[in-house]
């Protein structure tokens, strides 16, 4: 697996196409990647030091850690801090702030949370343990809900009455289209996000290209994925042209993968949802469908009326539709940092915030070289 | 890996009490913590100073500066691939020695024990840590056992504490870091915190891995011979040679620069890392060092750690600069840069 990864990071051919999009740039273009991996990889592999400064990477709103809404995060914890409960979340959710705390800190006062690696580790837990309820956290894009929709699916299959999910799903394409009508948008061109594409192939965004007349290039995670998503979005606009196109084929068909579709729209039903800074987004979300309605977490556990309270420093909102860079925040790097986060950006690897943290913070570093003796 | 440890293969040299588990009493000062010392800790780390059972061990340390350290070790499961509690005990401090270019000579143990913990594990525990001294060539000569109740300790704490002399004319501290300098690294990362990481998770990685726990004193002494041009020696334990670099970078106000191609990673540790979102510049080692050499004397370290058993993979990494002092820089793979801090708390899986 791994020296297969290696050809798609061979320094050479990035070479070649770092070169091919310096010379077919003749103008200033705003192309935003809309996944938070993708945004990981760009800052990890300094892919956006080496592009023409014509080319501006706008990060999207892909990171799930960090569209979760408040009100969602305050509720996990509520349900986390109740007796008798086991709750189950993917690691980079823990550190998460919810309006007075994150899960780290709801553990350290002696909730039981865990983190798991599959949803399916939480059925596993919920059979393991009877007189517990195990509660699954299932936030992500289209990406991760199949197998959140499978976790569902067989703990009705195994009949478990101590199984419940916390669902905050959202999903592509209407997030592009609240951003495509957005007056402050500078967006010309977006990077679709391929592991979101292989679920769910493309045909969801055909509209979205007619629309707007924009530029989908459904694109992978690799930096020379990365590059050739980037290559065919400059040579469309370069040529003003707005056509949707697939450079990740080795994974992605245009029907996506239908077995999975089928059980989530099983599982699963669209939703009005909130995105956390960001705002209400609609049809933007998934929701249990009725034949699991038994399985939703809010229903299960009292936790309607919360009140919640946003960090009034934090614009992680203006981050995640593209409008500030992390540096240009105020807060960025003084009151927040990966250690007191302000905002959820600030804390998953694949929040802008967070990235330009870990990775970014010195842009002067772009001239050091290791000495060709060594 | 760990179903073949046959716990019932110990036997205690002189049969405790009909006690098959530590119970309260062990630690009560009394006929049963005696008993836990005189047959079970005594006879595995047996030698001069410790036979004595004084308040304090005496001991005979030949003239020069001393180094002392000490480290507590709460590693959960107690076994898991390549080693144990014990072993890690041991080598941990002796590798806090040797870091400063000592040469390790005594340790002390001191044991935090749950109720309830088979007195038979304990055992193996205490024969590995014997032998993890041996293998280092230093004495276990103090101890300490204190009991807590059930559901109040993961089965064993271990506290080790050691101390070792400085050869005359050794002076290695992270603060000697300068520019120009090569930084090495003893051989493939990640190892320790992987291994952890699949039994713990009970994840599969490919090939089975297992912890590259080892105590590192050998290895220095052979560097130390081929050259006294060794600035700074550090082993990367918990936040990897991330956190490693960046104390070299702050202690000498030094900048550091890497290149990723360079870096030692077995196919296993990469595909964990890649499947969990990691890096492995953030995941624990317990027998890799790091050392910073100046220029003309880097090859004569290298060669040298590449003779010893546990240096055969050892490569040249990057090098200490004058720019951007306190921060260290990776050179990525396809040629760009990207700063590598210190990670915050625990290394978290990603979602997707």
Not at chain 1, 70 to 96: H, N, Y
Not at chain 1, 139 to 165: C, D, H, W
């Amino acid at each position: 697996m791994v020296k297969y990864l290696d050809e798609f990071r061979n320094p050479e051919i990035a070479q070649r196409l770092f070169d091919e999009i310096r010379r077919m740039t003749t103008r200033p273009w705003a192309i935003m990647e809309v996944c938070g991996g993708q945004t990981h990889s760009i800052i990890r592999n300094g892919i956006d030091q080496l592009l023409p400064p014509e080319i501006e990477l706008i990060h999207g709103p892909g990171c799930p850690v960090c569209v979760t809404p408040l009100e969602t995060i305050d509720k996990a914890l509520k349900i986390a801090a109740q007796p008798g409960v086991i709750f189950c979340s993917f690691g980079d959710m823990l550190r998460v702030p919810g309006s007075e705390k994150d899960l780290f800190r709801v553990k350290s006062e002696g909730a039981d949370v865990r983190i798991v690696y599959s949803p399916l580790d939480a059925v596993k837990l919920a059979q393991a343990n009877p007189e517990r309820e195990v509660v699954f956290f299932a936030i992500g894009f289209e990406t991760t809900a199949p197998a959140n929709a499978m976790a569902v699916y067989q703990a009705k299959q195994l009949g478990l009455r101590n199984f419940s999910m916390l669902v905050s799903h959202v999903l592509v394409p209407p997030a592009i289209a609240a951003i495509m009508e957005s007056p402050a948008t500078r967006v010309q061109a977006f990077l679709a996000a391929g592991h979101v594409c292989t679920v769910m192939g493309y045909w969801e965004y055909e509209p979205l290209v007619e629309r707007y007349h924009v530029p989908i290039v459904v694109t992978g995670f690799e930096p020379l994925d990365v590059l050739e998503g980037i290559r065919r979005a400059v040579a469309q606009l370069e040529k003003g042209e707005a056509r949707l196109e697939n450079a990740y084929p080795r994974a992605v068909r245009r029907e996506g993968n239908t077995a999975a579709q089928k059980m989530l729209a099983d599982v699963f039903e669209v939703t009005d949802r909130a995105w956390r800074g960001i705002g209400v987004i609609p049809r933007s979300g998934w929701r249990l469908s009725e034949r699991y309605r038994d399985f939703d977490a809010e229903a299960r556990f009292a936790v309607a009326n919360i009140r919640t309270q946003e960090s009034p420093l934090c614009r992680s909102g203006e981050v995640l539709q593209g409008l500030l860079k992390p540096n240009q925040c105020p807060a960025f790097g003084k009151e927040c940092t990966p250690r007191t986060p302000l905002g959820a950006t600030m804390v998953s690897s694949e929040g802008a915030c967070a990235a330009y943290y870990q990775y970014g913070r010195f842009v002067q570093v772009e001239e050091t070289t290791v000495a060709p003796s060594v | 890996m760990i179903e073949s440890i046959d716990f019932t293969a110990w036997s205690c040299p002189l049969p405790l009490r009909s006690y098959p588990t530590i119970v309260m009493g062990h630690g009560g000062g009394g006929k049963l913590s005696a008993e836990l010392v005189e047959h079970l800790f005594a006879p595995a780390f047996r030698n001069a100073a410790l036979d004595a059972l004084g308040d304090a061990a005496v001991l005979t340390l030949e003239g020069g500066r001393l180094a002392y350290s000490t480290d507590s070790f709460v590693v959960r499961p107690l076994f898991f691939p390549g080693g144990n509690i014990g072993k890690l005990a041991v080598n941990g401090t002796v590798n806090d020695l040797a870091m400063m270019g000592a040469k390790p000579q005594y340790l002390t143990a001191g044991f935090i024990l749950e109720e309830g913990l088979l007195v038979s594990q304990l055992g193996v525990i205490v024969e590995e840590m014997a032998a993890a001294a041996r293998a280092a060539g230093v004495q276990i000569v103090a101890g300490d056992t204190k009991v807590v109740d059930k559901g109040h300790g993961d089965g064993v704490y271990i506290n080790t504490s050691g101390v070792g002399v400085i050869p005359e004319g050794v002076d290695i501290r992270p603060q000697r870091a300068q520019p120009g300098d090569v930084v090495i690294v003893s051989g493939e990362i990640g190892l320790h915190g992987v291994a952890i990481l699949s039994v713990r998770e009970g994840l599969e990685f490919g090939a089975p891995v297992e912890s590259d726990c080892a105590p590192l004193n050998g290895l220095v002494e052979a560097m130390l011979a081929a050259s006294r041009a060794i600035h700074v020696l550090r082993d990367p334990t918990r936040g990897g040679l991330a956190a490693t670099l960046n104390e070299i970078a702050r202690a000498a106000r030094v900048g550091v620069v890497y290149e990723e191609r360079r870096l030692p990673v077995p196919p296993a540790v990469a595909a964990a890392c890649e499947m969990l979102g990691m890096d492995p510049v953030y995941i624990a080692n317990e027998g890799k060092l790091v050392a910073v050499v100046a220029p003309e004397e880097a090859e004569v370290v290298l060669e040298a750690m590449r003779r010893h058993p546990l240096g055969a993979k050892a490569a040249i990494i990057g090098r200490i600069t004058a720019e951007h002092p306190g921060v260290v820089v990776a050179r990525t793979g396809i040629g760009g840069s990207r700063v590598v801090d210190m990670q915050v708390g625990e290394q978290l899986p990603r979602i997707c």
